[in-house]
Structure formats: C-alpha cells, structure tokens
C-alpha cells in the first residue's frame, strides 16, 4: 500500500516515460561502445579501454 505522505514523490507517466528513456539511452550507449571495441579488434586495432576513462597524470 503507498501512502500518501508529504515527502513521497508520485509516479506520473512522465516520469515513467523518462527513467525508461534513460535506461534504454544507457543500454544503447553501452552496446554502441561495445560494438565500436569489436569493429576495431576485427580490423587489428587494439580495441577501446574498458578501465579507466580519464587517464593518469605521470607527473
């Protein structure tokens, strides 16, 4: 049962809406990225970084 209390945010279809558009957006992103790593490694290159995605300073 959901109360309806002060400090409790309701489910609007928008709001819906929009996590499902975030969730897919960040699935398609991951796949693309994915994708992007085996076009490279099939065609000899060494493939994207999956560790870091800012690199170190050596200093």
Do not use: E, K, N, W
Not at 3 to 14: A, E, G, R, S
Not at 21 to 31: D, E, Q, T
């Amino acid at each position: 049962m959901l109360l309806d209390t002060p400090h409790t945010v309701p489910m609007t279809p928008f709001t819906q809406t929009s996590i499902g558009g975030y969730l897919l957006l960040s699935f398609v992103a991951v796949r693309a990225y994915l994708f992007l790593d085996a076009m490279s490694r099939a065609t000899g290159g060494h493939g994207l970084p999956f560790d870091r995605c800012v690199p170190r300073s050596t200093s």
